[in-house]
């Protein structure tokens, strides 16, 4: 059983940065993929990063590609999104989830998942 904490989201203005944490128990979090999804008022959940369990193989969205950063902790069990040159359009609830093995960008292959956090960019 892996349980996963969000933090990190709030207010912030269009072109600023937030890094969101997702905190998860449980021993065997080293042997997750991890992922990170959104889901904005309206729309279907969305894939937007994961990473593998060693950190070494990452994947993104096209619409956060070269603005958005996966990464993880694996010794304080933490997963982290660094967002940068932050759009309207990216104001979402951000979710993190787990799975055992790779990360995916299916969000139907993910086993546990987080709260979320709410990140809000103004124009």
């Known amino acids: 059983q892996v349980q996963l904490v969000e933090s990190g989201g709030e207010l912030v203005q269009a072109g600023g940065s937030l890094r969101l944490s997702c905190a998860a128990s449980?021993?065997?979090?080293?042997?997750?993929?991890m992922g990170w999804f959104r889901q904005a008022p309206g729309k279907e959940r969305e894939f937007v990063a994961h990473?593998?369990?060693?950190?070494?193989?990452?994947s993104y969205a096209d619409s956060v590609k070269g603005r958005f950063t996966i990464s993880r902790d694996n010794a304080k069990n933490t997963v982290y999104l660094q967002m940068n040159s932050l759009k309207p359009e990216d104001t979402a609830v951000y979710y993190c989830?787990?799975?055992?093995?790779?990360?995916?960008?299916?969000?139907?292959?993910?086993?546990?998942w987080g709260q979320g956090t709410q990140v809000t960019v103004s124009s």
């Open positions: 989830a787990a799975r055992v093995g790779s990360g995916s960008s299916s969000y139907a292959a993910y086993t546990y």
């Open positions: 449980g021993r065997t979090f080293s042997s997750y993929g």
């Open positions: 990473i593998n369990w060693g950190g070494g193989s990452t």
